[in-house]
């Protein structure tokens, strides 16, 4: 009699533990390296082999985020790493997304690090593992800072103005070095941002200057001939980026014209699919830009 009792029991532990083992969780990375306050994005993959829809989602912290180093000393989590949205997922089916851990976790000091992710598993209430991506976090080196004030807001009466620093940071990566741009506070114990600008030459330095308003205009070499030019506001956002290519002997510089504006003169201007603003799509046809 009791053998009859723990058959269909049996029967249903393995089914939980078949159906958890068909659902799989992995994390995967863009990059090794990073620096301090950098995005930091991390694709999850969900896949369903359960021979049935399972519905995902459906409560806070079904999927849970770690970061921790390699010795096993835990890295302070900030903010719960927000996943929202449920969605269903038929079975045979995979769902991938991509989240930024950089906000959530503090990632200030350098280091190598493992990131890892626990998920619910629907109908089971099992707890499934990814296997950790491990990453490394770098301080860079420093080419050039300069400190530059923000203008209060308006109707901000005597209030003085905040003062903030721009960096220009270059950091190896798979043998190319990286120009990175990032944006702290006169102190440097806060990061507002922090972006990669492209890859740089050896044998050039890039060349920054910040406007009367604050924006940093960089102009810096990533080719025999080709340069990049970004302007950025204070704020870390990214208003204009163009390429532009010598035209003979003569280089792109950035200048200061009879306004105060800051201008790229010299070399050609070369359209990309990165361009910011994006460039006007041309009429094969007519060779002229669409209305």
């Known amino acids: 009699m009791m053998l009859r009792q723990l ?16 659902v799989t969780l992995s994390l995967h990375r863009e990059q090794e390296q990073f620096l301090p306050a950098e995005r ?34 835990v890295v302070s989590k900030l903010s719960d790493v927000p996943v929202d949205g449920e969605f269903r997922l038929e079975s045979a089916e995979r769902a991938k997304f991509t989240i930024n851990l ?3 976790f503090a ?29 490394e976090v770098l301080n860079g080196s420093r080419l050039w800072s300069q400190e530059f004030g923000i203008p209060p807001a308006p109707g901000a009466g005597n209030a003085l103005p905040e003062i903030r620093k721009y960096h220009l940071q270059q950091a190896n990566h798979l043998k ?17 941002a922090t972006f990669p600008a492209g890859t740089l030459v050896t044998f050039a330095k890039p060349e920054p200057m910040v406007d009367k308003l604050g924006r940093l205009h960089l102009l810096h070499q990533f080719g025999i001939r080709s340069y990049t030019y970004h302007l950025v506001d204070p704020d870390g956002t990214v208003k204009v980026r163009q390429t532009y290519e010598m035209t003979g002997t003569m280089r792109p510089a950035l200048k200061v014209n009879a ?13 990309t699919t990165a361009d910011l603003p994006p460039a006007a799509p041309v009429d094969i046809e007519t060779k002229n830009p669409k209305p």
């Open 7 to 22: 058959v269909p029991a049996l029967s249903l532990w393995l089914g939980l533990v078949s159906g958890r083992a068909q």
């Open 40 to 73: 930091l994005p991390i694709t999850v993959h969900i896949e369903n082999q359960s021979g049935r829809t399972l519905t995902f989602g459906t409560s806070p912290n079904w999927l849970i985020f770690g970061v921790e180093t390699l010795q096993g000393r």
């Open 102 to 104: 950089a906000p959530h």
């Open 107 to 135: 990632l200030q000091e350098p280091g190598q690090f493992q990131v890892t992710a626990q998920m619910t598993v629907p109908g089971t209430g099992e707890f499934l593992s990814a296997s950790p991506v491990v990453f």
């Open 176 to 192: 190319q070095i990286r120009l990175y741009v990032r944006i702290t506070d006169a102190s440097e114990t806060r990061t507002f």
């Open 259 to 271: 306004e105060g504006e800051v201008r790229v003169l010299g070399g050609a201007r070369r359209e």
